[in-house]
């Protein structure tokens, strides 16, 4: 079938809308109409080449929308359904059996590596192959995903704004509530309020941690951040101290802090703000960074950590999201600006000077 798609065709090139083909979803698959799909830094690495997908590639990997057909053998979804496309998994390997599919032995290959779980293409464009992006490539207005990419979500929440719960929100979330899970009275610190952050620190608002300490170079995000949950901000750039300031908020260090800034410098005020027996986790792609480990880590027990995609199985962490999100207690719908997918470079340039904490690109299906 024909759809239209945003294509990447060189590095660091803007995206281009084009009619390409789609080929008919096989066996364990699902075709989607496509009606929205969440920007995410990781499509602008991978545009950029910081993580190598082949070219050329429909991007887009926090898509949602609507089941068109489905493939022999698919059990969980039925035409009609509403669903989100999340992160693609084997299943099988030993990190999947154990219910751990964001550490899936395959991760790299089934959502870089440009293909579907069986090694095959379903993007054309005439005998040119395009890559497909984490099993999904949602910028676009349909796409074929395999059945353990597809979440069903209520029909009662609008299906525009759920998109991003497939990867950013779901990695800042996750990473508070499945990985560090903070107890009564404990603290913790995000470095960076774009979307990934701002959702952690909403999610370590339904913990029972003590003190949420915020930490972003802009003001307007860390008046959003308190509106979200926070208790205390910190200007990076204005503070003199940012690691003196946390402790001294924190009675000597935060029990856990989040990075999602990828700026190696962060990354080390992340641990070095920890109290002792801290964690810090890592979720962006970070390059290489230095730490005095015996002074800065081993001596006083710390933990460095990274976390892929909050630790979740999206099946089942995604729709208590919802829930959340319907309970008033996740309330994302406030970090995100709507655009049409032939804006799509505009929303990128948006996220980038950080006018927009989330865009969403909607799909337009008028005939």
């Not at 590639?57 to 898509?63: C, K, T, W, Y």
């Not at 059990?75 to 030993?94: A, F, I, K, N, P």
């Amino acid at each position: 079938m024909k759809t239209k798609a945003a294509v990447t065709y060189d590095q660091g090139a803007k995206f281009e809308i084009s009619e390409v083909e789609l080929k008919e979803p096989k066996a364990n698959e699902v075709l989607i109409k496509v009606v929205a799909s969440g920007v995410c830094h990781t499509d602008a690495v991978a545009r950029d080449q910081d993580a190598p997908v082949p070219l050329p590639a429909v991007l887009g990997h926090e898509g949602s929308g609507i089941v068109e057909k489905v493939g022999e053998g698919v059990r969980s979804v039925e035409e009609g359904d509403h669903v989100v496309l999340s992160y693609s998994s084997c299943g099988q390997c030993e990190n999947c059996l154990m219910g751990r599919p964001a550490y899936c032995h395959h991760m790299m290959e089934l959502n870089f590596g440009g293909i579907m779980p069986d090694g095959t293409h379903r993007l054309y464009e005439g005998d040119q192959e395009l890559s497909t992006f984490f099993g999904q490539s949602s910028f676009g207005t349909y796409a074929v995903a395999h059945e353990r990419n597809v979440v069903k979500v209520d029909k009662d929440v609008e299906l525009e704004l759920l998109g991003p719960l497939g990867c950013g929100i779901q990695t800042g979330a996750g990473t508070v509530l499945n990985k560090l899970k903070p107890q009564f009275g404990e603290t913790i610190a995000v470095f960076g309020c774009g979307a990934v952050g701002l959702s952690a620190i909403m999610a370590a608002g339904i913990t029972s941690a003590s003190e949420i300490i915020a930490i972003d170079v802009h003001d307007s995000r860390l008046e959003l951040a308190k509106s979200l949950g926070a208790t205390h901000t910190i200007n990076g750039k204005q503070e003199e101290d940012v690691v003196e300031k946390i402790k001294e908020l924190s009675n000597g260090g935060v029990h856990y802090s989040v990075e999602t800034t990828s700026v190696p410098g962060v990354t080390r005020q992340s641990v070095l703000a920890l109290r002792s027996l801290g964690v810090s986790a890592v979720v962006g792609v970070t390059p290489d960074t230095t730490f005095n480990v015996f002074e800065e880590i081993m001596a006083e027990g710390k933990s460095l950590i990274g976390a892929i995609e909050g630790d979740s199985v999206p099946q089942l962490f995604i729709p208590k999201l919802v829930d959340y999100y319907k309970q008033g207690r996740f309330p994302f719908d406030k970090l995100v600006k709507y655009y049409n997918l032939e804006e799509i470079n505009e929303a990128f340039d948006d996220s980038a000077n950080g006018q927009t904490v989330k865009p969403i690109l909607k799909m337009d299906h008028a005939e």
